[in-house]
Every structure is written in C-alpha cells, then in structure tokens.
C-alpha cells in the first residue's frame, strides 16, 4: 500500500516563495509518474505540474510555467514543488499524487496524498 504525504504549505504574501514536500512510504515509487494537483475554494480540481520517474521530463499547467518547478529525488522516495512568485489566485488545497506507470495531465493517478493547504495573500 502506497501512502503519500504532502508538507510545506502555509499562508504567505503575493510574490513570496514556498516548497511543498510530498513523501511516500509503503513502496518504493522510482518508477512512478509523479503530480501535483490543487483544489481552490469552490472549484474543481486542476492539474499543477508532473515529472517522469527520471525527472528529465517535467510538465506544467499554463498558469504555474515558469513560476513552478517540479522535482524529486528517487533516493528520498520524495517529490518537490518549488512555488516563485505566489499570487492570490494560487491560494487552494494541493495534492501530492503518484502513479505506477507513465501518465500525463489527465491521469490516471492511483495514489494520492492528503492535501496541504496553500493561502496567499495580496
């Protein structure tokens, strides 16, 4: 059984950095696609950013290129998003999620994390 474990999050200032961590334990998860999604008061869930078990391929939704930076570290069994440049609108819940095998920004995910909340303010 895989457990995943976001941390990290916390209330910051528009323009201000924060890294979220998300740790796994129950398998080891080098093969794994790795994904952050967020959750924003009163909408769905949207897609943040993705890396494959390498890491030589990261993928970004518009709104966070260039801004964001998906990582992890196969060795620590663990997956980094670096937040530059935080706005209001980035306030919302993040999930960790983690699949066996290649997938993209639809998914499927198997395993997911239980969120870290994310609040900037303007």
């Known amino acids: 059984q895989v457990q995943l474990r976001e941390s990290g999050g916390g209330l910051v200032q528009a323009g201000d950095s924060l890294t979220l961590s998300c740790t796994a334990s129950g398998r080891a998860l080098e093969t794994f696609t790795k994904a952050w999604f967020r959750r924003a008061p009163g909408k769905g869930r949207e897609f943040v950013a993705g890396?494959?078990?390498?890491?030589?391929?990261?993928f970004y939704a518009d709104s966070v290129k260039g801004r964001f930076t998906i990582s992890r570290d196969n060795g620590m069994n663990a997956a980094f998003l670096q937040m530059n440049l935080l706005k209001p609108e980035d306030t919302a819940v993040y999930f960790c999620?983690?699949?066996?095998?290649?997938?993209?920004?639809?998914?499927?995910?198997?395993?997911w994390g239980q969120g870290t909340q994310v609040t900037v303010s303007s």
């Open positions: 890396i494959n078990y390498s890491g030589s391929a990261p």
């Open positions: 999620a983690g699949h066996p095998s290649s997938t993209g920004v639809d998914g499927p995910y198997a395993y």
